[in-house]
């Protein structure tokens, strides 16, 4: 007959995982202090970097999405409030001047967006927003340099106001949606065709897609409704565009 354990046997065993567990808490504990120090150095870093190169991080817009770049690589968010309340990241290290670039580039680009709403739906390109605020600095005199990545951090600081202004992609273009509804899965394939092609027809996506003429007009009537795509009837079939295509075709 095979004997049963022994308790002394238990209680060995019992010790060995106490010594186990408080063996890993303790490289776990070990580990966790490396990489705090590992950090507080890059932030060091980072932080006599800034001051090194604060005029050039105010004034180029490549050198400052680098720079905000190298933040995030390190898990700083250089819009976010810091901890000893004197105001963001970019405001402790480079003064306010670049915190307030970034908050009244937002305001700026809310009032694009609310300003050709009735013409896009809500939709708009990034790449339009920073022409148009580019274009508009240059009839006023001004001499904004802003850049694509700047008006994505603009967009990114309006989040925690609530305001419903979020970027999608359709197809490679990048896109402001200044409205709270969400495309659904057919309105985005064909918004996808028309950032490539321009435009598109009812043949168009009967064709390509297979889809039947009950769903393409579906589709269609919903992007018309909302003003995402304008319609031009002139042609032999009708052919629906994209907003920003027609405007680029007009200038």
Same mark, same amino acid.
């Given at each position: 007959?095979?004997?049963?354990?022994?308790?002394?046997?238990?209680?060995?065993?019992?010790?060995?995982?106490?010594?186990?567990?408080?063996?890993?808490?303790?490289?776990?504990?070990?580990?966790?202090?490396?990489?705090?120090?590992?950090?507080?150095?890059?932030?060091?870093?980072?932080?006599?970097? =800034?001051?090194?190169?604060?005029?050039?991080?105010?004034?180029? &817009?490549?050198?400052?999405?680098? %720079?905000?770049?190298?933040?995030?690589?390190?898990?700083?968010? &250089?819009?976010?409030?810091?901890s000893n309340k004197k105001g963001s990241f970019w405001a402790e290290m480079l003064g306010t001047?670049?915190?307030? %670039?970034? %908050?009244?580039?937002?305001?700026?680009?809310?009032e694009v967006c609310r300003r050709t709403r009735d013409e896009n739906g809500g939709l708009i390109?990034?790449?339009?927003? /920073?022409?148009? *605020?580019?274009?508009?600095?240059?009839? *006023?005199?001004?001499?904004?340099?802003?850049?694509?990545?700047?008006?994505?951090?603009?967009?990114? =600081?309006?989040?925690?106001?609530?305001?419903?202004?979020?970027?999608?992609?359709?197809?490679?273009?990048?896109?402001?949606?200044?409205? &709270? /509804?969400?495309?659904?899965?057919?309105?985005? *394939?064909?918004?996808?065709?028309?950032?490539?092609?321009? %435009?598109?027809?009812?043949?168009?996506?009967?064709?390509?897609?297979? $889809?039947?003429?009950?769903?393409?007009?579906?589709v269609v009537d919903d992007l018309l409704s909302d003003s995402l795509v304008w319609v031009d009837?002139?042609?032999?079939? /009708?052919?629906? $565009?994209?907003?920003?295509?027609?405007?680029? *075709?007009?200038?």
């Amino acid at each position: 007959m095979q004997k049963g354990v022994g308790l002394g046997a238990l209680t060995r065993n019992s010790r060995t995982n106490e010594q186990y567990a408080l063996y890993g808490e303790r490289l776990q504990r070990s580990q966790l202090d490396k990489l705090n120090t590992q950090l507080s150095v890059f932030q060091a870093a980072l932080l006599e970097f =800034s001051h090194t190169h604060a005029k050039d991080i105010r004034s180029n &817009p490549e050198f400052r999405a680098e %720079f905000a770049r190298m933040c995030t690589a390190i898990g700083v968010d &250089p819009l976010a409030s810091s901890s000893n309340k004197k105001g963001s990241f970019w405001a402790e290290m480079l003064g306010t001047s670049v915190n307030d %670039f970034y %908050f009244e580039l937002a305001v700026r680009v809310v009032e694009v967006c609310r300003r050709t709403r009735d013409e896009n739906g809500g939709l708009i390109a990034v790449a339009e927003v /920073k022409d148009r *605020i580019m274009k508009l600095d240059e009839k *006023i005199g001004g001499t904004s340099d802003v850049s694509e990545d700047d008006i994505l951090r603009a967009v990114e =600081s309006l989040k925690p106001l609530g305001s419903g202004f979020t970027v999608i992609e359709l197809g490679r273009r990048q896109m402001i949606r200044s409205v &709270p /509804k969400e495309l659904n899965t057919d309105q985005s *394939i064909v918004m996808e065709a028309i950032q490539v092609l321009g %435009f598109v027809t009812h043949s168009m996506l009967r064709d390509n897609l297979e $889809w039947d003429r009950a769903r393409v007009q579906t589709v269609v009537d919903d992007l018309l409704s909302d003003s995402l795509v304008w319609v031009d009837a002139q042609a032999d079939e /009708k052919e629906y $565009w994209a907003p920003t295509f027609i405007s680029n *075709i007009n200038k």
